[in-house]
C-alpha cells in the first residue's frame, strides 16, 4: 500500500519555464511534508518541507503548496534551469513516528535549454 | 556535502554472504535511519536508532539487523544475502526527534551487488 504517490515518472520543461511536480498522499496523519532531490549517484538532498498546518512554502524559485483536502502537494520551480535536471521525491513524515519518512517513487525531471 | 558519510561506496558480493555496511552522521545528529532504494523505486524506510536506541522499524527483513554505537556511528548488517537484496543502500541522521524540523540529511550511500 503506497502512502504517498508521484503519479508522473517524468516530467519535461523548457529553461526558463514553471516546472510543476505533483504528490498525492493517503494517510491523513501526516503532519509534514517534505521534497528532496537526487542526482544520479549521490544521496537525495533536501529541497523544501512544509508543515501540515500551512499550505503554502517559498524558499527562492521553489514553492511548495500543500492542499489537505484533497491530500495533495505540488513543487513549483521558477524558472526552472538545467541545473534542476534530476529526479524528485517528495516525502511525509508523521511527528509520533519518529519521524520516518515515507517516499513517493520519484519524478525525473529534465529541464531543456 | 550533507556531513553523512557512507562506506564502502560499493560493495559485490555472492548470495549467501554477510554485509556490514556502515554510517558516520552529521556532527551532533543522534538519530540515523536506514533506506533501501531497489531498481527504479523510491526510498524504503528500514530502521531508525535514536542515541544508541532502536526508534523505529520499517519493512526491515529478519535477515537484516542493525545497531548504533557509543560514537553515534550505525552499521546495517545484512546475512544470508539474496538476489532481491541488491540495492542502493542509504543512511540519513537528523538533530533530534519530534519537534518542528523533520529534516533529514542523507548520505552518498553504498550500492550492493550481490551475484
Known amino acids: 500500500d503506497q502512502q504517498v504517490k508521484q503519479n508522473s515518472p517524468s516530467l519535461s520543461v523548457q529553461e526558463g519555464r514553471i516546472s510543476i511536480l505533483n504528490c498525492d498522499y493517503t494517510n491523513s496523519m501526516f503532519d509534514y511534508f517534505l521534497w528532496y532531490k537526487k542526482y544520479p549517484a549521490e544521496g537525495p538532498t533536501f529541497l523544501i518541507s512544509?508543515?501540515?498546518?500551512?499550505d503554502k512554502n517559498e524558499d527562492g524559485r521553489f514553492t511548495v503548496f500543500l492542499n489537505k483536502s484533497a491530500k495533495h502537494l505540488s513543487l513549483h520551480i521558477v524558472p526552472s534551469q538545467p541545473g534542476d535536471s534530476a529526479v524528485y521525491f517528495c516525502?511525509?513524515?508523521?511527528?509520533?513516528?519518529?519521524?520516518?519518512?515515507?517516499f513517493g517513487g520519484g519524478t525525473r525531471l529534465m529541464v531543456k535549454p | 556535502d550533507s556531513g553523512v558519510t557512507q562506506t564502502p561506496k560499493h560493495l559485490i558480493t555472492a548470495t549467501g554472504q554477510r554485509v556490514t555496511l556502515r554510517c558516520s552522521p552529521r556532527?551532533?545528529?543522534?538519530?540515523v535511519y536506514w533506506y533501501q532504494q531497489s531498481l527504479d523505486q523510491g526510498l524504503q524506510f528500514l530502521i531508525q536508532?535514536?542515541?544508541?536506541?532502536?526508534?523505529a522499524k520499517g519493512n526491515i527483513l529478519e535477515r537484516f539487523s542493525a545497531q548504533q554505537f557509543p560514537d553515534l556511528h550505525s552499521e546495517l548488517n545484512l546475512s544470508s544475502l539474496e538476489l532481491g537484496d541488491s540495492a542502493l543502500y542509504f543512511c540519513?541522521?537528523?538533530?533530534?526527534?519530534?519537534?518542528?524540523?523533520?529534516?533529514?540529511?542523507f548520505g552518498p550511500g553504498t550500492r550492493l551487488t550481490v551475484l
Open positions: 556532527s551532533g545528529d543522534l538519530s
Open positions: 512544509i508543515s501540515s498546518i500551512k
Open positions: 540519513a541522521s537528523s538533530v533530534v526527534v519530534g519537534g518542528p524540523q523533520h529534516e533529514q540529511f
Open positions: 536508532y535514536y542515541n544508541g536506541e532502536e526508534r
Open positions: 516525502a511525509a513524515s508523521l511527528n509520533n513516528a519518529g519521524n520516518m519518512l515515507t
